[in-house]
């Protein structure tokens, strides 16, 4: 018996993960019996070797091997296409037609995408894989044949069958022996090889350079999610190859043909969707925060200009980009024309008699209208009689004039109290 290795060679197929080689083992394993067998895995795992190697490996080897995608043939012509029809059956059966099931006996035929097929289809089928008989349609006359049938989905076929769209019995006997392709996301160290053979197969086909990923577009590579497994990663080696001036690429410029990392291509919404893994929120979150700071930073600014200039006109006029970045100049949200002194409120000094202790910028006591005192004298005046009052004690103090203990330390440092 040839080696897993010396199949995977022939059959062409690439990789050294355990659950491939193990696939590749059973199909080998399979083969000399007339077991049926389902393959299963996601779109583009390489499905379609393993009926190759099976049949290959079989006492049919030089019987036909017929490969039907049922996916891909109407409905109202799938039963002849399999069956075969006779003479007159329906309009345009002008002759008698032999169908895969006969044309294949004594060979095997693949059906793929199985789960595709019509439930009328199913139960032909499942007489076929229990006696060997069928009958052509328009016909009354049942037919032998020995066919061995592999057959492969991409479909979770227990949600099929509670859906009613597959039959169960059919799926017992499809699926004796079942092979497993895992997807390349599982076969994290076969996806660099994989890379390189591809990259190496279309430099030859375009008469060009052979493209090289750097470290950091390999560890990208390594962790994408491949919707689209070993079609995809050959699809990407290809428009990489051929798009490519640039020979050596790194992960930016990776980044650019897969889908959920551009933002140039259709699939990222869909994509981001289907994971929703919370990264996408999470990044809005920090979106969010970032922005907030960025206002809260700009307020901050504005309100220190406030406190050190006596002239609200002066600080609207010197800040207009400011003003705007902050309040935004959206046609409904009006700027307004001087900002008045309801507007300030949040900055205004309470009046002695109206402490309102609710108010995280209450730190008036005794200012009088006409005094001319810069708001920031008269910050430094409301720290100092604070810290008097609570024996130095900053927290005490802080909690006074609502503000943290940080900001009333930075205030300290900043009047060298
Ligand atoms: N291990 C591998 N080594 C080399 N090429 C591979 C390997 N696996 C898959 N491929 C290639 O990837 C492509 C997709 O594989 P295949 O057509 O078998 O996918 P599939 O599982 O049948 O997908 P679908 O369910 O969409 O039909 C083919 O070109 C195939 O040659
Ligand atoms: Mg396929």
């Excluded at 996601?42 to 036909?64: N, Q």
């Excluded at 086909?205 to 689209?228: F, I, S």
């Excluded at 990489?240 to 933002?263: C, N, T, W």
């Excluded at 919370?278 to 700071?293: A, H, P, Q, W």
């Amino acid at each position: 018996m040839e080696s897993i290795q010396a199949i995977k060679q022939r059959f062409g197929i690439l990789g050294n993960d355990q659950k491939l080689n193990r696939a590749v083992e059973k199909a080998m394993q399979v083969a000399p019996t007339d077991i049926s067998v389902l393959v299963t895995g996601e779109s583009g795992v390489g499905k379609e070797s393993i009926p190759k190697i099976i049949h290959a490996l079989s006492h049919r080897k030089h019987g036909k091997y017929i490969a039907v995608n049922c996916g891909a043939i109407p409905e109202g012509t799938i039963d002849s296409e399999l069956f075969g029809h006779e003479k007159g059956a329906f309009t345009g059966a002008t002759q008698t037609r032999n169908g895969y099931f006969e044309v294949a006996d004594g060979g095997t035929i693949f059906l793929d995408e199985v789960g595709e097929l019509p439930l009328t289809t199913q139960v032909r089928l499942l007489r076929v894989l229990e006696n060997g008989e069928f009958i052509k349609v328009g016909s009354s006359k049942v037919q032998k044949t020995n066919v061995r049938i592999v057959a492969a989905t991409n479909l979770n076929m227990a949600d099929a069958i509670k859906k009613e769209k597959f039959r169960e019995d059919l799926y017992y006997r499809l699926s004796t022996v079942e092979i497993y392709l895992p997807p390349l996301r599982e076969r994290k160290d076969d996806i660099h090889l994989l890379f390189r053979k591809f990259a190496a197969d279309f430099a030859q086909k375009y008469k060009m350079p052979t493209v090289r990923l750097e470290d950091d577009a390999v560890d990208l590579l390594q962790k994408y999610r491949w919707n689209g497994n070993v079609r995809q990663l050959r699809n990407i080696a290809e428009q990489i190859s051929v798009l490519e001036q640039e020979r050596s690429i790194d992960a930016l410029k990776l980044k650019e043909y897969l889908p959920g990392y551009s933002s140039n291509l259709p699939a990222v919404i869909e994509e981001k969707k289907k994971e929703s893994d919370f990264s996408n929120e999470r990044e809005i979150l920090y979106k969010v925060l970032f922005d907030m700071k960025s206002d809260l930073n700009d307020l901050k600014k504005l309100t220190m200009e406030l406190m050190e200039n006596d002239s609200h006109q002066k600080v609207k006029e010197d800040n207009e980009g400011l003003i705007q970045k902050i309040y935004g100049n959206d046609e409904e949200e009006v700027i307004p024309e001087e900002i008045t002194d309801e507007q300030l409120e949040v900055l205004q000094i309470p009046q002695q008699n109206a402490p309102d202790k609710q108010d995280k910028y209450y730190f008036a006591e005794e200012i009088e209208e006409e005094e001319t005192l810069s708001l920031q004298d008269k910050e430094l005046e409301l720290i100092k009689k604070s810290l008097e009052r609570h024996n130095g004690k900053r927290k005490a103090a802080a909690d006074e004039l609502g503000i943290s203990e940080r900001t009333l330390y930075r205030k300290i440092k900043q009047y060298d109290l």
